[in-house]
């Protein structure tokens, strides 16, 4: 079963010692990995992001906030980002 999390828009996610981050939430929800990878996500599919690590949308995302699924093994440490606020946020 997957570990689903919210995450605002411009958060992120560390699983394991590797950051992913939302890059956009316009018409796909775009995330990439630290070393640059991208990944186009939607709610019917999962993306391999790592080796036995997929990532998906729950139905409930929108455009400000994203509701990831997330399947990896339970060793894998999973910590949400907090972002920092901008000025595009007030």
Do not use: Q, W, Y
Request: aromatic share 2%; glycine share 6%; proline share 9%.
């Amino acid at each position: 079963m997957p570990l689903s999390l919210t995450i605002p828009r411009h958060g992120g996610v560390h699983i394991g010692d590797r950051k992913l981050e939302i890059v956009s939430t316009n018409l796909l929800v775009r995330v990439r990995l630290d070393d640059g990878s991208e990944f186009a996500l939607s709610d019917h599919t999962m993306a391999e992001i790592l080796p036995d690590i997929r990532v998906g949308l729950t139905p409930s995302s929108t455009r400000t906030k994203v509701c990831l699924a997330i399947e990896a093994p339970r060793t894998v440490p999973i910590r949400r980002v907090v972002p920092k606020p901008s000025l595009d946020d007030l």
